[in-house]
């Protein structure tokens, strides 16, 4: 639990950086641009790719400067799964910044509550199946990832309707 907890911590970090100010942009000129689809994907690749790069660089590193996250970065799969986290949470800033800017905290708060609803229920029907803390770490992975999907649905159906 400690691991995962760690890593989530510095993966919650590095999305920050990653970021790169981007979210603040974004709540001030989104409301005033003409072109906000194309300015929301432009902060989405920018944060999205620098935060991939920024937990790839610390699956690769770490396990080296610490004997303690060797385990949790054994395998490609892992520093893949772990570097994917990275740029998914920052998506998901991106996605939240956005829709304060473009006052649709509804559509904020619905993806906050299907991030934590599906985090609380796999946390519970995985309930400790793997030491080194993966699983636990997988656990928000695939939280962000359907959190996501849900936001994705939500912009879809208010495009479909205004067309």
């Known amino acids: 639990v400690g691991l995962a907890s760690a890593t989530t ?3 919650m970090l590095l ?7 981007l ?7 989104l409301p005033k641009s003409k072109r906000k689809g194309e300015l929301l994907f432009l902060g989405l690749l920018v944060a999205g790719g620098v935060s991939l790069v920024l937990g790839l660089g610390f699956a690769l590193i770490a ?3 610490s004997g303690e996250l060797a385990p949790f970065f054994q395998g490609s799969p892992s520093v893949f799964y772990y570097s994917l986290g ?9 996605f939240d910044a956005a829709m304060i800017g473009l006052l649709r905290g509804d ?8 991030f934590s609803v599906v985090k609380l229920l796999l946390l519970f029907i ?22 996501l999907a849900t936001a ?12």
């Open 152 to 163: 994705v649905l939500f912009v879809g159906a208010a495009q479909k309707r205004m067309v």
């Open 15 to 21: 999305a920050t950086i990653g970021l790169l100010g």
């Open 107 to 114: 559509w904020h708060f619905w993806r906050n509550l299907v």
């Open 126 to 147: 995985v309930n400790r199946a793997d030491e080194s803390g993966l699983t636990l770490y997988n656990t928000w992975l695939i939280s962000l990832l359907l959190s």
């Open 23 to 29: 979210e603040t942009l974004l709540i001030s000129e």
């Open 86 to 94: 990275v740029g998914l949470c920052a998506l998901t800033f991106i």
């Open 9 to 11: 911590s510095v993966m």
């Open 63 to 65: 396990p080296r400067v």
